[in-house]
């Protein structure tokens, strides 16, 4: 597993980590990070369209933006259905459910914090590493 720490600016802007059901953890920050299909997005389902979803941090709040129709639960509240085009603030624990895959929201951590949380996961088979520091970095699920 190769983690690149930058001390950059951007570095110590609040960063979110998101858990995919497949075991990856990955890092989003205010560029945000793609989920679907297609050759550009960061994280790639394949039974996902192309540019399905996006994560991103406003204000050190986790935002999702729907593309396509998906749903959100938590441990606290009924399952919100999301249309293409709405957006949705996420809590700590908050699942996406995006055809087959679900990906957990979890805690806001600092930059450092996140490399460090991400050293300590072991890569599995259905899993790719990641280089956290890379804003085009792209795993497959």
Known sequence: MTLRAST????????WVLRHSGGGIFGVGERGLWVGSGPDDDLRIADCPPRSARFHVAH???LLE???ALSVSSRHAELVRLAGGAEHRLARGN??????????????VSASG???????????????????ASPRAVAEI
Do not use: C, F, N, Y
């Open 60 to 62: 050190g709040k986790l």
């Open 114 to 132: 996140l490399h460090e949380q991400a050293a300590r996961s072991l890569p599995s088979k259905r899993s790719p590493t990641r280089d956290l």
């Open 66 to 68: 729907a593309h396509v």
């Open 8 to 15: 950059s600016v951007d570095a110590l802007a609040p960063s």
């Open 95 to 108: 699942v996406v459910h995006l055809g087959r895959a679900q990906i957990a929201s979890g805690a806001s």
